[in-house]
């Protein structure tokens, strides 16, 4: 399953990211890739604001539901995208 969160604010995207792991778990799907981008548009102060959030997010409030994540492969959009491995 893919989930592109390309112009999102953050709460929304927050909201989509907790769905699309629901789905997953429901469905049986094992793995979510998650389009976040580089963060190009971010203020260069805070650095890329959807990565930040969907990291973050994984790593508190939603860490039962995944066994690992981690940088996506070149091909599927490298640091602009995180590999969820759901449970």
């Known amino acids: ?33 998650v389009i976040h981008g580089y963060g190009i548009h971010s203020d260069p102060a805070e650095g890329p604001v959807l990565k930040k959030l969907v990291r973050g997010l994984l790593d508190r409030e939603l860490r039962l539901q995944y066994r690992t994540y981690r940088t996506a492969a070149l091909r599927d959009g490298g640091e602009g995208a995180t590999l969820v491995a759901v449970r």
Do not use: I
């Not at 927050?14 to 789905?23: S, T």
């Not at 997953?24 to 799907?29: A, Y």
């Open 1 to 33: 399953m893919t989930l592109d969160l390309h112009g999102l604010r953050s709460d929304d995207a927050a909201r989509r990211l907790r769905f699309a792991l629901e789905r997953c778990t429901e469905t049986g799907m094992r793995e979510l890739l």
